[in-house]
């Protein structure tokens, strides 16, 4: 689902306050109030050292899995290349998933009504390049204002490269992670100290918090204290489900799930009843806010 036009940035402080009189949830532009947001985990786009899938089965894929979020009810879908594994992280060497990149995610844009976004793992920022391509909305970033030591080597801050391609004629939303799991800090900063200046010098439209690796959840402690140290608005990005949702519906902005859906592993293909399971309590919870 494509839209042309531009958005103004930090359009995310407003809100709608909670029935509990908590603060108000900052709204994030295209995506809306506490949006639920699907990952479709692609099998192996290939490279010169593995086999990957044709194009057509990659196409199909996706479009089968984002069709089980939105029947579901979910708001948006990420498509990544999480089959990539391990990922490169020498942005220059690599044009051939950026291309089918695009063409996945455009045919998905197509098929289903949701948002749709873009991640290139590992921290590519030429999921703008796709994502525009495909006349999708959003992309996430892994590492847009830090440094950050990861298994496939250092990931670099992406938000200069980010600014460039943000003069194309249409502008992409960008949820940046910060602290991002399966990596290590590679400064003494602080976890607020990034989300800081993410919001006020890094371009970017929200924050992603994250746990230590694939599936394992932040502790709501930790996104307050981030959402408290920033106005943009802060997602939940791992470790999400059914049965904790309401730990984090208080203190997140939005919520990104993966690995929670699926049948059997990050890998395997989503599990419909999970994905309704889910989006069927967070709708309950957003219809006793006001207003909502």
């Not at 894929?61 to 391990?86: H, M, Q, R, T």
């Not at 796709?130 to 990861?150: I, P």
């Not at 400064?187 to 990034?194: F, G």
């Not at 470790?239 to 993966?258: H, P, Q, R, S």
Request: hydrophobic fraction near 45%; charge should be neutral; aromatic fraction near 6%.
């Amino acid at each position: 689902m494509s839209e042309s036009s531009a958005m103004p940035r930090q359009q995310g402080v407003v809100g709608v306050r909670t029935e509990d009189g908590a603060e108000p949830s900052r709204m994030i532009p295209k995506l809306g109030y506490k949006p639920l947001i699907g990952v479709v985990h692609l099998p192996p786009i290939g490279r010169g050292y593995r086999f990957g899938a044709s194009v057509e089965d990659l196409v199909d894929y996706a479009v089968a899995e984002a069709g089980k979020l939105e029947s579901a009810g979910f708001d948006a879908v990420i498509v990544e290349n999480y089959g990539d594994a391990p990922f490169e992280v020498a942005w220059d060497d690599d044009s051939l998933t950026v291309a089918v990149m695009a063409v996945v995610a455009r045919e998905v844009s197509r098929a289903v009504s949701l948002r749709v976004g873009v991640n290139i793992l590992r921290n590519d920022y030429r999921s703008l390049v796709s994502a525009y391509a495909a006349s999708a909305d959003f992309v996430r970033v892994n590492s847009v204002c830090e440094h950050r030591y990861a298994p496939e080597g250092l990931l670099r801050p992406a938000a200069p490269a980010i600014a460039s391609l943000q003069r194309l004629p249409r502008r992409l939303l960008v949820l940046a992670d910060i602290g991002v799991k399966h990596s290590w800090e590679a400064s003494a900063a602080s976890l607020d100290d990034v989300a800081v200046e993410c919001g006020e010098r890094g371009g970017v439209d929200a924050v992603i918090v994250t746990g230590g690796r694939t599936g394992m959840p932040p502790s709501p402690g930790m996104v307050a204290a981030v959402r408290s140290s920033t106005r943009l608005p802060v997602l939940v990005g791992s470790g999400l489900t059914a049965e904790n949702l309401a730990a984090y519906y208080g203190v997140a902005d939005g919520f990104i799930v993966g690995s929670y859906l699926k049948m059997s592993g990050t890998a395997s293909p989503i599990n419909p009843e999970k994905a309704m399971r889910l989006a069927s309590k967070l709708r309950e919870m957003r219809s006793r806010d006001s207003g909502v």
